[in-house]
């Protein structure tokens, strides 16, 4: 399935250019999905782009996956990618480059400068000591992007027959455990120990880009699985992007969904479209996510099952205790009598038709664009109110005092990198400018 995302990057482009009455530049990451900082370019390609870059606000979307400040500290965009005469023609005066602060030189996901202080930082994570990292250089812009995303791709869910024929409790989808992902052998452990595997339609691969789950090091080693999984378990034989899509035979033959989020062993609240694929295709389902999340779905519109099982799983911050509750919640459940079996599926489905009918609604659809647009418009105000020129300023008056940097303005004819004209050109957009929304809304 291949899913056209920039079309979500052109439509955010032009939620921002409502907002601020002129062009933006939208940073993302092509191809989608990549953590190479040199494929976060601009959505769209510039003439005269240095000045078009300089002077417009920079909008760097990271909503996809959970930001990762210290990863992206250690990936630096080569200088000589953004501005190699410069950068070769003063390659000897190594003290001079330190202090040129030049887009190339800068770490992390806002590497080029623009004459704004701080530019927008898209993101789709709450309670977030990663992103407060990033608040020196950037206004963060939340929404929930991958509800935006999840309308599009399960849009056919919508018209599909979902009658139960169930001849398991549980659907997992146990993909990658790499990265954040490691808690999932540790879950899949907890189903041998507590013989709920044939309860459940799921799958655990032993490898992972080649590497084996009993040389792989743990970040937190309480994930380790204490059998060998592979005897237990058939490997996944579907590519990454199948939580893209959904199987309807899947979700007829099983009861709950137990989505196994991408985010468990952390305090940040990221749901991805793996949550909504069961809302999407009338699923009753069980979190596997860091604590609140349930409570997020709920600040949305959905229905949890709260009035048939023990959801208090949701309320501990300690992961693998949490875990411990869902396995335990998973062994309940099994247990379940015949009368009571045929009660809660009859009320489960009521949720799940309520939580379906709400995903696709309107409603749903209108209070995510406008949070994006309320958060963004708060975001535009903040940076006009305070577009801090003056850090810009003060660094060229720096780099002005060397001779080189001078010399390379007055010859420089490559209107991709900063001629004199160019230079002229951003200190008139900067007197020009109005520094307030009062002062924007009288132009």
């Known amino acids: 399935m291949s899913i056209p995302l920039d079309r979500l990057y052109h439509f955010i482009e032009n939620v921002v250019n409502e907002i601020y009455h002129n062009p933006l530049v939208i940073y993302r990451f092509w191809p989608h999905g990549s953590k190479n900082i040199s494929d976060l370019n601009p959505l769209q390609n510039y003439h005269n782009s240095w000045y078009e870059c300089v002077v417009r606000p920079a909008v760097w979307c990271h909503d996809q996956e959970p930001l990762d400040f210290d990863f992206f500290q250690t990936q630096i965009r080569h200088a000589d990618d953004v501005w190699p005469n410069l950068v070769r023609s003063l390659a000897k005066r190594s003290e001079l480059l330190q202090s ?4 190339g030189l800068r770490r992390n996901l806002m590497y080029y ?5 701080k530019n927008l930082l898209v993101h789709s994570e709450k309670r977030s000591k990663n992103l407060e990292k990033y608040t020196a250089e950037a206004v963060p812009v939340y929404y929930w992007s991958h509800a935006v995303i999840a309308r599009d791709w399960f849009r056919y869910a919508a018209h599909e027959d979902f009658t139960k024929d169930a001849s398991k409790e549980f659907l997992i989808y146990n993909r990658a455990w790499t990265g954040t992902r490691e808690y999932r052998l540790r879950f899949s452990d907890l189903l041998i120990e507590h013989q709920l595997i044939d309860h459940c339609l799921t799958f655990c691969s032993p490898s992972e880009d080649g590497k084996h789950y009993e040389t792989h090091t743990f970040q937190n080693t309480v994930w380790r699985p204490q059998h060998v999984l592979e005897k237990y378990f058939p490997p996944s034989l579907v590519k990454a ?5 959904f199987n309807t035979k899947d979700y007829r033959s099983t009861e709950i969904e137990v989505v196994l989020e991408t985010l468990f062993d952390d305090d940040r609240l990221h749901l991805t479209e793996k949550s909504l694929r069961p809302i999407a295709c009338r699923q009753p389902f069980i979190l596997v996510a860091t604590h609140g999340s349930l409570q997020y779905l709920r600040d949305y519109g959905f229905q949890t099952f709260d009035s048939i099982w023990d959801e208090t799983y949701d309320t501990i911050e300690d992961p693998y205790q949490r875990m ?27 949720i799940a038709y309520h939580n379906h009918k709400h995903f696709f609604s309107k409603d749903f659809s209108d209070l995510v664009i406008n949070e994006l647009r309320t958060n963004m418009t708060e975001a535009v105000d903040q940076i006009r109110q305070n577009p801090g020129f003056d850090k ?6 720096h780099l002005l005092q060397f001779p080189q940097i001078r010399d390379f303005l007055d010859t420089n004819q490559d209107l991709n990198q900063p001629t004199r004209q160019q230079y002229e050109q951003v200190l008139e957009f900067i007197g020009q400018h109005p520094k307030t929304v009062a002062e924007r809304i009288k132009i």
């Open 113 to 117: 400068s623009t004459v704004f202080s």
């Open 324 to 350: 411990q509750a869902i396995i335990k919640l998973m062994l309940e459940v099994t247990a379940w009598s015949g009368v009571q079996r045929r009660d809660n599926v009859q009320r489960m489905q009521q």
């Open 392 to 397: 810009w300023q003060n660094r060229w008056r």
């Open 100 to 103: 040129l602060a030049l887009p």
């Open 241 to 245: 992007c199948a939580s893209a899509d």
